[in-house]
C-alpha cells in the first residue's frame, strides 16, 4: 500500500484522474481547456518516471500504473477525435485497436504459456510519443488554430508508427509464443 502513495505512482494517478475531466472538457467542445490538461497530464506522465528513477521509488506498481495511464487517457482522446470530428475515424481504431491486440497477445501469452514478461518495444515507445504530439496537435489545431498541413502531417506519421510497433508487438510475441515450450 506504501508503494501507492509514492509521488511518482501519485501522479501516475492524477493522469488516471485527469482524463475523466479532459474528455468532458473536449466534449464540451472547450478545445484550449482540453489541450492545457492535457499538456499537465503529459507533464505528470515525464514527472512520474524521472522522479521515480531520481527519488529511486521504481515500483512494481508503477511499472503496471504508468502505462495503463498512457493507454487510459491516450485511448479516451482518440475516440473523443473521431467523435468530435476532429481526426478521422480510421485513426482512433488504429490506435485503440493496436492497444487492443497488445493486450490480447501479453493475455494469450499468460493464458496459454504462462509468459508474464511482456516488455514495451523502443516501436512502442516511439508510437506513443507520436500519439501524445498528434494529440497535442490536434488539440491545438482545434483550439489555436495551429496548421491544417502540420496536424494531417502528424496524424499520418503517427498511423505509421502505430501500425509498425503494431506489427512489431504482434511478430515479438509470435517469436516468444514460438520459442516457449508448453
Request: net charge positive; with cysteine; hydrophobic share 50%.
Given at each position: 500500500m506504501?508503494?501507492?502513495f509514492s509521488l511518482p505512482n501519485l501522479l501516475t494517478c492524477a493522469r488516471i484522474a485527469l482524463t475523466p475531466v479532459i474528455v468532458l472538457t473536449l466534449m464540451a467542445t472547450n478545445?484550449?481547456?482540453?489541450?492545457?490538461?492535457?499538456l499537465l497530464a503529459g507533464f505528470t506522465d515525464a514527472a512520474d518516471g524521472y522522479l521515480a528513477r531520481y527519488t529511486g521509488q521504481?515500483?512494481?506498481l508503477g511499472a503496471y500504473l504508468d502505462p495503463i495511464a498512457d493507454k487510459v487517457l491516450l485511448t479516451a482522446l482518440y475516440l473523443c477525435f473521431g467523435i468530435a470530428e476532429l481526426a478521422p475515424w480510421w485513426l482512433a481504431w488504429l490506435v485503440v485497436g493496436r492497444d487492443v491486440m497488445i493486450l490480447s497477445l501479453a493475455a494469450g501469452g499468460l493464458f496459454w504459456k504462462g509468459i508474464r514478461d511482456f516488455p514495451p518495444s523502443v516501436w512502442g515507445k516511439v508510437s506513443t510519443v507520436f500519439q501524445i504530439g498528434a494529440a497535442l496537435a490536434i488539440l491545438a489545431g482545434c483550439a489555436f488554430q495551429v496548421s491544417t498541413?502540420?496536424?494531417r502531417?502528424?496524424?499520418?506519421?503517427?498511423?505509421?508508427a502505430t501500425a509498425w510497433s503494431g506489427?512489431?508487438?504482434l511478430y515479438r510475441?509470435?517469436?516468444?509464443l514460438s520459442s516457449v515450450s508448453p
Open positions: 506504501q508503494a501507492l478545445c484550449s481547456r482540453a489541450f492545457w490538461l492535457s521504481e515500483t512494481r498541413d502540420l496536424v502531417g502528424l496524424i499520418y506519421a503517427t498511423a505509421a506489427f512489431h508487438y510475441a509470435l517469436r516468444s
